[in-house]
T-cell receptor
Framework: DAGVIQSPRHEVTEMGQEVTLRCKPI?????LFWYRQTMMRGLELLIY????????DSGMPEDRFSAKMPNASFSTLKIQPSEPRDSAVYFC???????????????FGPGTRLTVL | AQSVTQLGSHVSVSEGALVLLRCNYS??????LFWYVQYPNQGLQLLLK??????LVKGINGFEAEFKKSETSFHLTKPSAHMSDAAEYFC????????????FGKGTRLSVIA
């Protein structure tokens, strides 16, 4: 199993540009989570999906942020326009709905380090 | 609402010494509790989890944690620290209803001195 895959691993962009972060969850997992990690706020949930449907997006900072999950194997987090305060590490995690020893365990990707200049 | 408090943003121990990382939680329902480890420039890896079974939970790399309801604590311990244990450790809580988002503590950076 390849684990959760995120791309790109690093992104440097200029203020005002559109940024798209990508995530491929573990095959067979029904839940997908997007988290953001900053020095000031730590790790915080942005949005999560169940069976490709957004369940809770209350953590999305503002309308500049949007997330989609068009199918079970792909999700995107888009920031448009980006601002310097969006600089952070963005993690994607996935988990399975039920069954097995890994139930309720979230598996994290390596993260995307975003720098907005 | 759930919350997690990790006491000590930085803990330093000597190699071979006991590791104790503190975590206290707040939850209106019996929670699920987790410890994750993060090495530099990497994602989070699960060390261990409490899901209402045994209160003493054993994890990977020799770590264990004990759920104490009366103290609302879930402290992480390891009898003998190795240099390779140097990392950031996060305690997290979630609802027992399953597959709900994790609420993380601020993290504790563990340094191991030779």
């Amino acid at each position: 199993d390849a684990g959760v895959i995120q791309s790109p691993r690093h992104e440097v962009t200029e203020m005002g540009q559109e940024v798209t972060l990508r995530c491929k969850p573990i095959s067979g997992h029904d839940y997908l989570f997007w988290y953001r990690q900053t020095m000031m706020r730590g790790l915080e949930l942005l949005i999560y999906f169940n069976n490709n449907v957004p369940i809770d997006d209350s953590g999305m900072p503002e309308d500049r942020f949007s997330a989609k999950m068009p199918n079970a194997s792909f999700s995107t987090l888009k920031i448009q326009p980006s601002e310097p305060r969006d600089s952070a590490v963005y993690f994607c995690a996935s988990s399975r709905e039920r069954g097995g020893s890994s139930y309720n365990e979230q598996f994290f990707g390596p993260g995307t380090r975003l720098t907005v200049l | 609402a759930q919350s997690v408090t990790q006491l000590g943003s930085h803990v330093s121990v000597s190699e071979g010494a006991l590791v104790l990382l503190r975590c206290n939680y707040s939850s209106s329902v019996p929670p699920y509790l987790f410890w994750y480890v993060q090495y530099p420039n990497q994602g989070l890896q699960l060390l261990l989890k409490y899901t209402s079974a045994a209160t003493l939970v054993k994890g990977i790399n020799g770590f264990e944690a004990e759920f104490k309801k009366s103290e609302t604590s879930f402290h992480l311990t390891k009898p003998s620290a190795h240099m390779s244990d140097a990392a950031e450790y996060f305690c997290a809580v979630s609802s027992p209803s399953g597959n709900t988002p994790l609420v993380f503590g601020k993290g504790t950076r563990l340094s191991v001195i030779a």
